[in-house]
């Protein structure tokens, strides 16, 4: 439960906000009750979401609302909004990625999980969905790299084994210099 407390602390800068993601990641590894791997990933979210700056707040909030109501396009435009005075929130960018997703904007996904990873490299959410974006588009050499970094930073992910295990087969001995389609080697790959 020392996420909870952890989570409680008020954390306005941007030092203190990574030194508490820095803390919740470390659990995240160490943990082997299944309880405290939920609590922990939902701590990692929020830090992830709730941003300290009102307005970047309000932004992010509307967009999150806009997409669960279906709003997408109007969640593409709050997110983009964000990413114009915010550029440095990797979760704008993670939303807006996750919104083209289900526009079916491949490209306008994967661009925006490049630059959610640049800025957060331990992002499990982002690279677990350039992993399924990659497998839907016939990709399981990137499919396995993506969620292979994804469960690097998260093990406790339901079912990532099995879905590496099956994309490892699809893929063969199949080999890119780009493994993630990012033109960079993120998250040490």
């Known amino acids: 439960m020392l996420a909870v407390n952890v989570l409680a602390q ?3 800068s941007d030092k203190g906000r990574a030194a508490v993601l820095d803390t919740l990641f470390a659990k995240l590894q160490s943990t082997t009750d299944p309880v405290a791997a ?22 992010m909030l509307r967009g999150i609302a806009e997409m669960q109501q279906q709003q997408l396009q109007s969640a593409v435009a709050t997110f983009t909004r964000l990413i114009a005075i915010a550029p440095e929130l990797s979760e704008a960018w993670n939303k807006r990625a996750t919104v083209y997703w289900l526009l079916g904007d491949f490209p306008a996904s994967i661009a925006d999980i490049c630059e959610t990873v640049k800025r957060e490299p331990r992002h499990f959410g982002a ?3 350039l992993g399924m974006i990659r497998a839907q588009m016939g990709e399981p050499a990137r499919a396995v790299a993506a969620f292979e970094l994804a469960r690097k930073f998260n093990p406790h992910i339901v079912g990532i084994e099995e879905e590496i ?10 080999v890119s210099d780009d493994p ?9 790959r």
């Open 127 to 129: 690279y677990s969905g």
């Open 165 to 174: 295990e099956r994309l490892r087969a699809l893929a063969g001995n199949e």
């Open 38 to 59: 939920q609590t922990l990933e939902q701590a990692i979210w929020e830090q992830w979401t709730m941003v300290p700056d009102p307005a970047q707040r309000e932004l």
């Open 10 to 12: 008020s954390v306005d």
């Open 180 to 188: 993630l389609g990012c033109g960079q080697r993120t998250a040490g």
